[in-house]
């Protein structure tokens, strides 16, 4: 009898465990962010942009992803880059899929253009634009933090 109490009461320490893990990582930090953000910040200008849905979080930086339209012509001016690198969103966020841009990129159905250098220090943020106006915003680790 004390061996069924003793493995019962692990099992029910584990799943408390675990769901408390899963909240923590997948939800607990997040902010929503939904059309409260009607621009972004390209070479020093604004740059107005429309249907916004993102997520940020205080805890860390490379916790924003945005999805949005955006007039293609806004970056016509910027020079694409090649290291773009999307980062996997929370599962529960379905606009911004990371093996789309991805798959996307590859095929040069998109460009990748870095908006902002060391802002935070340590991060760069990262915008794609299709030609249909969709437009999609991250932060990834820069050059001097990769190593």
């Known amino acids: 009898m004390r061996g069924r109490t003793l493995i019962l009461g692990f099992a029910a320490f584990l799943a408390v465990f675990a769901a408390g893990l899963v909240y923590t990582q997948a939800f607990a930090y997040y902010e929503r962010q939904n059309g409260d953000v009607g621009a972004v910040r390209i070479d020093g200008r604004v740059v107005p942009v429309a249907d916004y849905r993102g997520i940020d979080a205080t805890s860390s930086p490379l916790k924003l992803r945005g999805c949005f339209r955006i007039d293609p012509a806004a970056v016509a001016a910027l020079a694409p880059v090649a290291d773009a690198a999307p980062i996997n969103p929370p599962f529960w966020f379905r606009c911004f899929s990371t093996r789309a841009l991805t798959r996307d990129l590859a095929a040069g159905k998109a460009k990748a253009y870095r908006i902002a250098e060391d802002e935070p220090p ?10 249909d106006a969709r ?13």
């Open 122 to 131: 340590g991060f760069d943020l990262m915008l794609v634009v299709y030609p």
């Open 135 to 147: 437009g999609y915003i991250w932060r990834q680790l820069n050059a001097k933090y990769e190593d």
